[in-house]
């Protein structure tokens, strides 16, 4: 089965973090050559259980 690539390019940590018009703030891990290629938002109050 072949490795498929996500449809576009990942963004830096840092360049989202940068963007304060999405009002992100980092609470842990490092910042530096950090990709991120998906995100989702969840309505739960807490979705850790």
Excluded: F, K, N, Y
Aim: aromatic share 2%.
């Amino acid at each position: 089965m072949p490795i498929l690539a996500p449809p576009t390019p990942p963004v830096p940590l840092a360049d989202l973090l940068a963007r304060a018009d999405l009002g992100l703030r980092q609470v842990a891990g490092p910042r530096e050559d950090i990709p991120i290629h998906w995100a989702h938002t969840s309505e739960m109050e807490d979705p850790v259980p």
